[in-house]
Structures are given as structure tokens and as C-alpha cells.
């Protein structure tokens, strides 16, 4: 029961349900998700370990905000560990696994050529991270990634970036490919780099 209104609650905050700054009502939740309060604490307390919400002593749990700086942290340690799992991916991951991807980008940019934001942009990444063959990249990736949605949850879309983005993860698998393993993880770190630069800019409009 914890588990489904774990999903169900994630859902609520990086779908934009949940605002940034809200206090959550408790009582209202649990009736919506047709829960008692102890699954649902539970809930929010796994949900606060992965930093998609705050709980206070003595006041409950909130959405949390982000400043630029955080974004910026959150950026910071997101290229860190990408870059790195690129490096194992380029020389571990499997000639299939690599085709693999290549067909998921290849759909996703078809979708980005009719004019829409890149689709699926975390899973995506997720799965060059699974390429490294480390469970542990994938955990905290997950958790980073989850945070970095919710500071941009609102932020809007940007078509143009979307089709810069596949591109430079069409290049990173290139480099994969050629078994580069430096290479591919210098194109990622620019990468994150630019799309850094893009979710600052949004928030900087949004703010």
C-alpha cells in the first residue's frame, strides 16, 4: 500500500499536482489516494529521502523550491556522475545495448522533428546510465534526476533546445559506438552543460 502512494505522491509533485512552497494536507491525501496515514507517511518519508519533499518537525511536509544555486548543485553533481557512468557504458555496454538506443533515440527524434519537446529526456539518460552496468549510479541518478524535474516541473518547454538535445545525445552515442570512452564523456558533460544553462534561463523567467 506504502509503495502504490509512493508512486501515486511522486506523480503529484513532479506532475505539478503538488505546487512548489505547498504545505501537504495529510488528511485530504489519504482520502484522495483511498489510504490510511500510515502508508501515506511512509510515503512521504521515502519521497523526502529522494529530496522531492521536505518534512519540518512540528509543521508537515512540503513541496521544496529551488534557487539558482541549487540547480546549479544539482547540475554540478548531475554531470559528475553521468559523465563517469558514460565512461564505464562506452567501454562495458554490449554492441545490442548500443543498438538498442540508438532505435529508442532514433523514436524520440522522430517525435522532436514534428516540433515537440524532447520526450522522456530522464529516461533517456537513465538509460546511458544503465549502460555502465552499476546499480548504484542508476539509484543515485534517479534521485538527482527526480529533483532536477521538479525544480524545472513548470519552467515550460523549448522545441529548439529539444532538437539540440537529440542531437548531442546522438553524438554521445557515436562516440560510444567508436568505443571513446573520453570522448563520449567530454560531449556528455557539454551536454549537461547547455541543458544546465536552459533550465536556469527558464527559471530565471519563471522566477
Given amino acids: 500500500m506504502a509503495a502504490l502512494a509512493e508512486d501515486e505522491l511522486r506523480q503529484m509533485v513532479l506532475g505539478g499536482e503538488l505546487e512548489p512552497g505547498q504545505r501537504l494536507n495529510e488528511v485530504a491525501l489519504a482520502e484522495s489516494l483511498g489510504i490510511s496515514r500510515g502508508p501515506l507517511r511512509e510515503a512521504i518519508q521515502r519521497?523526502?529521502?529522494e529530496g522531492l519533499l521536505r518534512v519540518v518537525t512540528h509543521k508537515g511536509a512540503y513541496v521544496p523550491t529551488f534557487d539558482r544555486q541549487q540547480l546549479t548543485d544539482l547540475y554540478e553533481l548531475r554531470t559528475t556522475l553521468e559523465s563517469a557512468a558514460i565512461r564505464l557504458g562506452t567501454e562495458r555496454a554490449s554492441d545490442q545495448a548500443l543498438a538498442d538506443l540508438r532505435a529508442q533515440l532514433e523514436r524520440a527524434g522522430e517525435l522532436v522533428a514534428q516540433g515537440g519537446a524532447f520526450p522522456n529526456d530522464v529516461d533517456?539518460?537513465?538509460r546511458f546510465v544503465s549502460l555502465a552496468g552499476n546499480e548504484h549510479f542508476a539509484v543515485v541518478t534517479r534521485d538527482v534526476h527526480g529533483q532536477i524535474t521538479l525544480a524545472r516541473a513548470r519552467s515550460g518547454s523549448d522545441p529548439e533546445r529539444a532538437q539540440q538535445?537529440?542531437?548531442e545525445h546522438l553524438a554521445i552515442l557515436d562516440r560510444m559506438e567508436a568505443?571513446?570512452?573520453?570522448?563520449?564523456a567530454a560531449l556528455m558533460e557539454k551536454h549537461l552543460d547547455a541543458a544546465r544553462d536552459s533550465?536556469?534561463?527558464r527559471l530565471t523567467h519563471k522566477t
Fill in 179 to 184: 568505443r571513446q570512452p573520453a570522448e563520449a
Fill in 124 to 126: 533517456l539518460h537513465a
Fill in 47 to 49: 519521497l523526502a529521502a
Fill in 165 to 167: 538535445a537529440h542531437a
Fill in 199 to 201: 533550465a536556469l534561463e
